[in-house]
C-alpha cells in the first residue's frame, strides 16, 4: 500500500476566524504557514480582507470562532486547498463539489496515498488529543453522517481505493492503494476517470438527485478490471440515501434506496452473441423506456423515482464493452449467431429490474388502502445443443406492474382525505398487469426449422368509487391479448431469395425482412396495441 505520513497532534497553530467570499479564501490559503512536520492544527494566517463572521454549523448551531478547526495535516496541495473553500457549507453538495475530481487527479499526478480531514469541535472547547483521534477515525469512517467511497482494481491486480465523507463538523478525504505501484498508464487511466467521479457525485447530492454513472461504467477495460461506487448520503429531510454501483467484462448493476423507494438492476454481459449492433440497441432501449413510462403512468408511479429508474436503465445498457463487431467470436456455446438469428433477438444484453415505492396509507379512514407501486422487467437468453447444425434459441421477456392509489373523483379536484367523511369522495386503483414475449429460433442438419414469436399482455383495473365514504361502485376491467407469429415461411423465402441474389438471379430483400422483423419481438405490455 502507498504509504500515507502518520499524524502528530503535538504542534499547535493557529486558524483564522471563518471566510466568507472566495476572494477571502484565496487570501487566506496563500497565508497557510505549513511546518516542517505533520500536524493535527493548521494555521491560517489572518489575512486584512477577511471578514469576520458568524459561522453556523449544518444543524443551524453557532460555531465558536475562536475555536479552530482542526486539520489531519498541515499541507498546501489542491485536495486540502478545495477542502477549505468547501468546509465552510452545510450541503453535501457543496462539501464535496469538485472534490472527488481534486482528489483522483492528486492521486494520478503524484502516485501518493493522501489522508486529510478538517474537524471543527462542537463543544466550545478545543478538542483534546484522545477525543481528535476518535473523531477523526470515526469521520475517515463509514458511521460518518455522508461518505462516497470508489474502488478501483486494475488489470495487473492492485486497487485503488478513495473515500470522501462528511458530518455536521467534518469533512475528510482518503486515497490509498494496494498492491503495488500504479504504473504511468494506469495513473493516466486514473486521472482521465476524474470529471466523471465528479460527475457521479454531483449527480447524487444534488436535490433531486440524478444518476450520472456514464464514465463509472465506460471505464478503459485494457486498464481497469472492475469499478465500485458506494454511496451513503444524509437528505434535508434526515432520510437516507444509499447506492452501490459494480461494473466489470461480466457485468454491470445499480442498488439505490431512498425515501422514495428502491431500485435495483443488473446487466449480464457474459453472453456477448446476443448483443446487436448499435441501431438495433436504440431501438430496444427506446421500446424500454416506452414500457417504463407506460408503467409509471398506469400505475400512477412517482415521477423522480421512475426518472432515476430510467436513467439506471439507459446507463446500464448504453457502451457496453466492445463493439458487436469487434468481438471474436460472437458466441452462444461456442456456437456464432447468424444475422437470421440477430434479427429475432432484442440485442440487448440479458438483464433484471425492478423500482418499488414506500408504500403508505393514502387514506387515514381505511388504513388497509395503501397507495403503492411495484414494477420489474427483465429479459433471459437460453440456448441448447452445441453443434451448429442442431440448435436452437430462446429469448423471453417479461414485465410485471401491481400498484394501488388514490384519485379525486373529477379531474382537477383536491384530494385532502381525512377521517371526516365529507373528504371521503375519491376513487381507488388497483392495478395488475402482466406481459411477456418469448422468441424461439431452431436448426435441423442446418435448416432453419423454427422462427417463431409468442407474445401476451394483460390489464386489471379495479377502481372503487367512494362518495362521502359510502361505497358507490366497485368494478374490475380486465383486458388481455396474446398473438404468435411464425416466421418460418417469411425468413426461408428471403434467405432463398437472398441465395439466388448472390448468383446473379434478382435482388435480395433478406436485410429489409431481417429488420422488419426486429421491430416485432420487443416487448409490448399495452393488449390494444398488441392486437393492432
Known sequence: MTAISSVSATQPLVVAKAVTSTQAISNVADSINIPSSPSSVVSLGQDASVIDAQTYTARGLIADPDIAPVWEYTQQDNVSLNMTGNFGSSSSASRFQGLGASLLNQL???????????????????LEPAALAAAQAKLHSTAADNSISLTLKTASGKTVQLTLTS????LAVQAQVSGGELSNDELAALGKMADGFQSAIDGLTQNPPTLKLDALTQFDSNVFASVDLSTRLKLNDDSTQTLELHADADGRSVRMSGAAGDLNMSVDLKNAAILGDSNQQAKALKNYMNQIEAARKRGDGDQQLLSLFEDAFTTLHSHYPGARAA??????????????????????????????????????????????????????TQSKGRDPLNRTLVQDQQSHL???????????????LTTDPKSQNYQYYQVNDQASSKTSIGYEKG????????????????????????????KTTPLKSSKTQNLLGTLNQALQQDKQAKLGRGVSWLKDTLSSIQDKVLLQSDPARLRS
Open 108 to 126: 494520478a499526478q503524484t502516485n501518493q496515498g493522501i489522508s486529510q480531514s478538517v474537524i471543527r469541535s462542537t463543544t466550545g472547547r478545543a
Open 167 to 170: 458530518q455536521d463538523n467534518g
Open 327 to 380: 468481438m471474436a467470436p460472437e458466441t452462444v456455446n461456442s456456437i456464432k449467431l447468424t444475422d437470421t438469428d440477430h434479427s429475432l433477438l432484442t440485442g440487448l444484453a440479458d438483464f433484471s429490474a425492478s423500482v418499488s415505492e414506500k408504500s403508505k396509507e393514502g387514506n387515514p379512514a381505511r388504513p388497509g388502502e395503501l397507495d403503492s407501486f411495484a414494477y420489474d422487467v427483465s429479459q433471459s
Open 402 to 416: 401491481v400498484a394501488s392509489y388514490h384519485k379525486p373523483l373529477n379531474a382537477g379536484q383536491k384530494l385532502d
Open 447 to 474: 435448416a432453419l426449422v423454427n422462427a417463431s414469436i409468442s407474445q401476451s399482455a394483460s390489464q386489471s383495473t379495479r377502481i372503487s368509487k367512494y362518495v362521502l365514504g359510502h361505497l358507490e361502485e366497485d
